[in-house]
């Protein structure tokens, strides 16, 4: 059998032209859009895990603001709590307080009252016994119980022991202004004559005397001078009777204790 080479050959030649043309106009394109589609592909899976990546930022900055959000929180409710149980604390602090001040104020109004009451029965007794010796002396006696007082007072200046005879004439002697002599009452000009002239004889000179009334004496009769002072009256026996008194209503009426 004979070879037709040229048949062979342009049978090769067609078939290098075909391929040519097929990689020309088929392979081409088709790996072109192979290669397009896998660039495509590749972009829109890069692209997906961009996204992905945002979106596990993004979950993961929401859970961590969600924590703090929950931290906050939970630092608010605990910091509302310690500041309402000190708010309760200092309420009840301060109630406390204002019950122990309004305890020690009754307290006090009653000590207040006790004493009130005291001085009030004081006066009473002190007059009662004022008004009981006045008629019980002037039973006994021709004279009244002013002229008593007088003459008490002058006995007794008279026999001044030495020391008190000394102070008493020390301050006698630089006075600058008038001697001043008080009772209860007022005077009668013969008691009053009385009284000056045994200032006068006691320390031999003339002393220069006012005189005056002042209740709270009670019953008796004071000199001062230059701040030294003689005096008698019945307010030491007063002042026990007083005392006596006060004891019994501090015995009755007793303030509770604090607590």
Not at 76 to 88: G, M, S
Not at 103 to 125: F, G, I
Not at 169 to 194: C, D, G, H, I, Y
Not at 242 to 255: F, G, I, T
Request: aromatic fraction near 6%.
């Amino acid at each position: 059998m004979l070879i037709d080479w040229f048949t062979v050959g342009a049978q090769l030649l067609n078939f290098l032209v075909l391929v040519w043309l097929l990689k020309r106009f088929l392979y081409k394109p088709i790996l072109d859009a192979i290669g397009a589609r896998e660039k495509r592909i590749a972009a829109e899976l890069a692209d997906a895990a961009a996204k992905q990546a945002a979106a596990d930022k993004e979950r993961d900055e929401f859970r961590s603001k969600s924590k703090a959000l929950d931290d906050q929180r939970t630092a608010i409710l605990a910091k509302a709590a310690d500041e309402a149980k000190t708010e309760r604390e200092r309420l009840l602090a301060q109630a406390r307080k204002e019950a122990g001040e309004m305890r020690v104020r009754q307290q006090n109004a009653m000590r207040d009252d006790q004493v009130k009451l005291s001085h009030e029965m004081s006066r009473l007794a002190q007059e009662e016994v004022f008004a009981i010796a006045r008629k019980a002396l002037a039973d006994l006696a021709s004279a009244s119980l002013e002229e008593r007082m007088g003459e008490v007072f002058t006995r007794r200046l008279r026999e001044m022991d030495g020391n008190a005879k000394e102070s008493l004439a020390a301050a006698l002697k630089t006075l600058s202004e008038p001697a001043v002599v008080r009772s209860a009452f007022e005077m009668a000009a013969n008691e009053r004559s009385a009284i000056q002239n045994a200032l006068n004889e006691t320390f031999s000179a003339e002393i220069p005397t006012r005189f005056e009334t002042a209740p709270g004496i009670v019953c008796g009769i004071e000199l001062t001078a230059n701040g030294q002072k003689l005096a008698w009256d019945i307010a030491e026996y007063l002042a026990a009777l007083a005392r006596n008194l006060e004891s019994r209503l501090d015995a009755q009426v007793s303030p509770a204790p604090a607590t």
